[in-house]
């Protein structure tokens, strides 16, 4: 017998001295005026001496190397047919990188269009630092260098020079015909400067929001890198993006939803830290911040570093061919069977369908025409198991009526079992093609926002096949939908209802409740409910899902109609039923099990009975 709970006066006293306690040690530990005011101005002396040690490090380097003369340190530009890259003399750096041929959105601009760059104004700085002999931090970044341009057939090679009394660094450009810029390190007595056997590398850059969905352009960019010696890629997938490894690493891609910013070192990046961190949401200029740590082992007390810079859109078909890097492997079309789905059949039906020459709006629709052909024959198979089933529904209705007795569960699934074993009805059968179709599902929701071929692509009110459509504007202030109704997700979630309407979908949940079965009540509920989940995803997802599946649900309804007008109707089913009756029971292995089980079950439960009248 449970007892009643009484007030307990001791324990209230007991919390009670607890926190006259605590508020009486905070009180006593509380810091002087003259303690806070001591802190505050430790932590400004600590600011002030960080600045000047900035300071110091900074005339050092200068003080190091040879003044040079500001007519000689001049920006370099180069180009081919894929890039347009900015040098900088201001530590050799690489100033601004545009892909050419593409876009970046912009909302303010008429046509929504800005050229798109990788690096601009400074968002990117690469910096190799070691201490001098003297103990002052030497930064290359704060070094001018005196750039020197040559070209022939198929390269263009800049090679940026600073010199010191004795010693001499240099950064070594080329850029051929590819998105790829080799880049080599070299130095010259480098002994005379440091005696340090490591030198600090430190790469941070700003990625510049290029793509109208910033909360997808943010959800999909990333830090990724490739061990050495190893084909597979790594990355954070759950958490904050914050990484380190001791093993070597091949490169470190900076990406962003569509492009990527790939640095890749000969020898093999050690001791590395790397990572990512979301803008802030009013800050539309960038969607990320990236940042690497690693460490250059020095040789005879030189460096001599091979790197490649690359700076590449997310093409699947271009990267398998561009290099045997694995940059391919960058584009999220999901793991295992999602991702074998996209990369060769989604991808191969799309290009293939995309080679007719007709818009892309139209390559989604017959794309959807495609699987839907596909999938007919699951379809068919699933229709006509809810379709049986509704045929059924008056028999079993009956037999719950006749065993409402909870002692009778027993016998009431063991009639409801021949009625479906009579019937040629597995319940089991309706969930298989309902299997089969979620790898199809899943696979699509990272297809369309991976796409680059979509990028940018209008179709009828869409201005981006890979971003929402906002036809329809809101207040900002409306929550979940950011300022924006999309009219494709709304007339996907109208289509979805249509289609549980003409199928006869709602109807199974009319069925009578069986033992050991869901709610049927609750499961009638959640497929009202689940529109709305889907509307609030798909509002602010790529329209081009919203398109396919919108497309693929008027398919449905039609699929649907045409199955009920000519392939099955309820004299049909009938007939069927009656059929299946006449024809001898072959009874499976598993469903031989289950009666027997069941038989057992039964056998008990009526012996309990007698031993309870004894």
């Excluded at 093409?315 to 996209?342: A, P, V």
């Excluded at 060769?344 to 039906?349: C, D, G, H, Q, S």
């Excluded at 006869?504 to 497929?527: A, I, L, T, V």
Aim: hydrophobic residues 40%; aromatic residues 14%.
């Amino acid at each position: 017998m449970q007892q009643e709970k009484k007030f307990d006066f001791n324990q209230t006293i007991g919390f009670i001295l607890i926190a006259i306690l605590f508020g009486v040690f905070y009180f006593l530990n509380k810091p002087s005026e003259a303690e806070v005011e001591a802190q505050k101005k430790e932590l400004v002396q600590k600011q002030e001496q960080a600045k000047k040690q900035e300071q110091l490090n900074k005339t050092a380097t200068t003080q190091a190397f040879q003044t040079v003369d500001p007519t000689l340190a001049k920006d370099v530009e180069v180009s081919n047919d894929k890039l347009k890259v900015t040098f900088s003399p201001k530590g050799a750096q690489i100033s601004d990188v545009q892909i050419v041929g593409y876009t970046a959105y912009n909302d303010k601009k008429d046509g929504h269009k800005d050229p798109l760059h990788l690096i601009k104004d400074g968002s990117s700085k690469f910096n190799l630092s070691f201490k001098t002999k003297q103990g002052a931090v030497l930064n290359v970044s704060d070094l001018v260098f005196v750039p020197q341009v040559q070209k022939n057939a198929n390269n263009t090679i800049v090679t940026f020079t600073a010199n010191a009394q004795n010693s001499q660094i240099q950064y070594i450009y080329t850029l051929g015909d590819s998105y790829g810029i080799d880049f080599e390190v070299k130095t010259q007595g480098l002994s005379n400067i440091t005696s340090e056997k490591n030198v600090d590398l430190a790469w941070t850059m700003d990625g510049f929001s290029t793509e109208k969905g910033k909360d997808q352009e943010k959800y999909w960019s990333h830090t990724y890198f490739q061990f050495k010696g190893n084909k597979d890629i790594e990355y954070e997938l759950f958490g904050s993006d914050e990484w380190e490894e001791e093993e070597a690493i091949s490169w470190v891609a900076n990406k962003q939803q569509f492009f990527a910013t790939v640095l890749s070192n000969d020898e093999g990046f050690k001791t590395t830290k790397g990572g990512s961190k979301n803008s802030d949401k009013e800050d539309l200029t960038y969607s990320k911040h990236y940042h690497l740590n690693s460490k250059l082992e020095l040789k005879n007390s030189e460096i001599n570093s091979k790197f490649t810079w690359d700076f590449i859109p997310l093409d699947y078909k271009m990267l398998k061919d561009y290099n045997d890097k694995g940059f391919q492997n960058l584009i999220d079309f999901g793991w295992g069977l999602f991702g074998w789905l996209n990369k060769y059949f989604f991808l191969n039906v799309f290009k293939w369908l995309a080679s007719v020459g007709i818009t892309y709006g139209w390559v989604i629709f017959l794309m959807t025409i495609v699987v839907k052909l596909i999938l007919s024959p699951i379809m068919y198979k699933q229709y006509r198991q809810s379709a049986l089933m509704k045929v059924v529904r008056p028999e079993l209705n009956e037999i719950n009526e006749k065993y409402k007795d909870p002692k009778d569960a027993m016998k009431k699934q063991q009639e409801t079992m021949a009625i479906y074993r009579n019937a040629g009805i597995n319940p089991l059968a309706g969930c298989l093609p309902a299997l089969l179709q979620i790898p199809i599902f899943y696979a699509l929701f990272r297809f369309f926002p991976n796409l680059i071929d979509l990028r940018g692509v209008p179709f009828w009110f869409v201005d981006d096949l890979t971003a929402f459509d906002d036809l329809i504007k809101l207040p900002e202030w409306v929550p979940f939908l950011n300022g924006h109704l999309s009219v494709f997700a709304l007339l996907y979630i109208v289509a979805m209802m249509i289609y549980f309407k003409v199928s006869g979908s709602m109807d199974n949940f009319q069925m009578p409740q069986q033992e050991g079965m869901p709610n049927m009540q609750f499961m009638k509920y959640m497929m009202y409910v689940m529109p709305v989940f889907f509307f609030v995803f798909l509002n602010n997802y790529a329209s081009g899902l919203s398109w396919y599946y919108l497309v693929s649900n008027a398919i449905n309804i039609f699929i649907v109609l045409y199955i009920k007008k000519y392939m099955i109707h309820e004299a049909k089913i009938h007939q069927i039923i009656e059929t299946n009756k006449t024809k001898p029971k072959k009874t499976g292995k598993f469903a031989s099990k289950m009666q027997e089980m069941m038989q057992q079950a039964q056998e008990m439960q009526e012996q309990q009975k007698k031993n309870k009248k004894k």
